[in-house]
Nanobody, 117 residues
């Protein structure tokens, strides 16, 4: 079992920045994949960014150049720095983790990000 606790969401004006934090209950060094999904009202949950144990990263096209994902294994934390936020970034953001690729996915409770236009 992995418990994930997110923080850092909120309300921000378009063009602003937010930083989301996700703290895991296990040593993140042992997790293969961590990252963030988001879900806007009426839309499917979509991958925002993920990092694997080899430090390879994947970003959604819509956030490339604006969002930066990082992983701090010493603090069992994954951070998502979000800059130049747009109204369309408004969603509930979920941290996730997997022990191995294709394995069970663990989810955080979600944190709301609202970007006013």
């Amino acid at each position: 079992q992995v418990q994930l606790v997110e923080s850092g969401g909120g309300l921000v004006q378009a063009g602003g920045s937010l930083r989301l934090s996700c703290v895991a209950s296990v040593n993140t060094f042992s997790l293969n994949t961590m990252g963030w999904y988001r879900q806007a009202p009426g839309r499917q949950r979509e991958l925002v960014a993920r990092i694997r144990s080899d430090n390879s990263m994947t970003y959604a096209e819509s956030v490339k150049g604006r969002f930066t994902l990082s992983r701090d294994n010493a603090k069992n934390t994954v951070l998502l720095e979000m800059n130049s936020l747009k109204h369309e970034d408004t969603a509930v953001y979920y941290c996730f983790a997997q022990w191995w690729i294709g394995g069970s996915t663990y989810w955080g409770q979600g944190t709301q990000v609202t970007v006013s236009s």
